[in-house]
């Protein structure tokens, strides 16, 4: 046995020493609950965004906290108007007839899979039949027009004198069709005139609003709200968009400021509305959720909601990443491509997700001890899979392995040594149930 496999090995002992084994007994993630103590802000990440195990614990642990510990709403990475149709259903104020009918929003735009999924459906029927007051919003900025109309929806039906001038202004981006990539292309160096004037100037009205009634004395109601953050959307959205081609730092510094700004706005806007400090749940991809400081990409100029959050909320946040070895996922072989089974493959050496492998147990948790500390093992820098809605085996290695501290990135990690792909609601021609055949993706 070689020094380097005999090191992994001392090191998995350590590791099987720290953990807490997961099991079908809800009360295996007890430690998680009482670790995770009186944070307000609980991010819960996932290394890909088609697995179903991890979809399965993150909805176990959020059920948890909010029926024992109070929280009062979970905020998705996902785009504000489609959630907000969710949350509707779930206190019981839309239209729609089920919870398949209320994530309806997801249905038309790539990657449909990733919240219309079974997983995601039956936590939201849970929502809407376990008597609690919990909210569901969307953090993410990619619904520029659909924010657009709601907008309108809101001022015709509250102040028509205000929706003719939010028309005159939104129409700046009607020449583009409701056509981001579109947008993206015209506006850049040398492009068409941009619209950021106009979508400020409108977010600055509707926020002067807001600003008025809290003056007044009283807490602005939800549909105002809502309008207020949909008018922002589409001032982050527009500078996103028309940023696109400027490199990826920027628009992935834009989209995840985007993001934790949508966090701040909404826990102060709970916090007003229940008069007390409000407590929300975070679902997004790891990438987003752990701490970007202790990433290669954070060296690189990346900041992500995880670090802002810890920044402005100290301890009052817990991020919690999950990891899985090997199995099967549902992902795209390219952007806007149809969902498929994808078979995952073995973990790579020197990743965090091979040293979990060699502790032999099927599911654990690694929590942190007094001082918020993770076991020592995990503060050396070791490759960590990313897998999004694309996932491309061919090119493994530089399209899905990142270097991370993994106790730098996270308080506590929850590991599921073999997945099954998530199931969509619609699952399509090009995805099957069951495992993919051993060659896949190839044909030999």
């Known amino acids: 046995m070689n020094a380097r496999a005999t090191a992994s090995d001392m090191a998995a002992e350590r590791i099987t020493r720290a953990l807490s084994p997961l099991g079908d007994d809800p009360r295996s993630i007890d430690g998680l609950v009482v670790a995770i103590g009186d944070a307000r802000f609980v991010l819960l990440g996932e290394p890909t965004h088609g697995t179903d195990e991890v979809y399965r614990l993150r909805a176990s642990i959020t059920r948890r906290l909010l029926a024992e510990r109070g929280f009062d709403a979970v ?5 504000w108007p489609d959630a907000l149709r969710v949350n509707e259903y779930v206190r019981r104020r839309g ?64 102040e028509p004198a205000a929706a003719v001038r939010a028309r005159e202004r939104y129409a700046c981006l009607e020449r583009f069709g409701a056509d981001t990539s579109r947008y993206a292309m ?14 400020t ?57 985007h993001m934790a700004d949508t966090l701040d706005d909404l826990a102060s806007h709970l916090d007003r509305r229940l008069g007390r400090p409000c407590k929300i749940v975070v679902w997004a991809h790891n990438s987003h959720l752990g701490d970007a400081r202790a990433t290669e990409m954070g060296a690189l100029g990346e900041r992500n909601v995880g670090q802002l959050v810890r920044e402005r909320y100290g301890r009052d946040a817990f991020l919690v990443g999950f990891t899985t070895y090997e199995g099967t996922v549902t992902a795209a072989s390219d952007w806007d491509r149809p969902a498929e089974v994808k ?19 099927a599911r654990f948790l690694l929590l942190p001890d007094a001082r918020r500390a993770l076991p020592v093992e995990l503060e050396r820098e070791c490759l960590e899979r990313a897998i999004g809605v694309v996932y491309r085996p061919r090119s493994e290695r530089t399209s899905h392995w990142f270097h991370a501290r993994l106790a730098r990135q996270f308080d506590a990690v929850v590991h599921v040594d073999r997945t099954t792909a998530v199931v969509p609601l ?3 021609t090009g995805w099957h149930g069951g495992e993919a055949p051993e060659t896949f993706p190839f044909a030999v």
Do not use: K
């Open 343 to 361: 078979r995952l493959r073995p973990a790579l050496d020197g990743s965090f997700e091979a040293l979990f492998h060699r502790t032999g147990v």
């Open 426 to 428: 619609e699952p399509g």
């Open 75 to 79: 905020a998705i990475e996902a785009d």
């Open 201 to 257: 100037e409108q977010l600055v009205e509707l926020r002067a609003r807001v600003l008025a009634e809290r003056n007044a004395g009283s807490v602005e109601a939800d549909e105002l709200f809502a309008a207020e953050q949909n008018a922002r959307l589409v001032q982050n959205a527009e500078a996103y968009y028309r940023c696109m081609f400027e490199g990826s730092v920027t628009t992935w510094n834009l989209r995840d400021r």
């Open 186 to 199: 015209e506006v850049g160096p040398g492009g068409a005139r941009n619209c950021a004037r106009e979508v």
């Open 95 to 158: 239209t729609d007839p089920d919870g398949r009918a209320a994530l309806g929003g997801f249905a038309g735009r790539f990657p449909t899979w990733m919240w219309r999924n079974e997983v995601v459906l039956d936590f939201v029927e849970w929502l809407r039949h376990a008597e609690l007051d919990v909210g569901f919003y969307g953090l993410d900025l990619y619904s520029m027009y659909a924010s657009i109309a709601l907008v309108l929806r809101y001022l015709d039906a509250n």
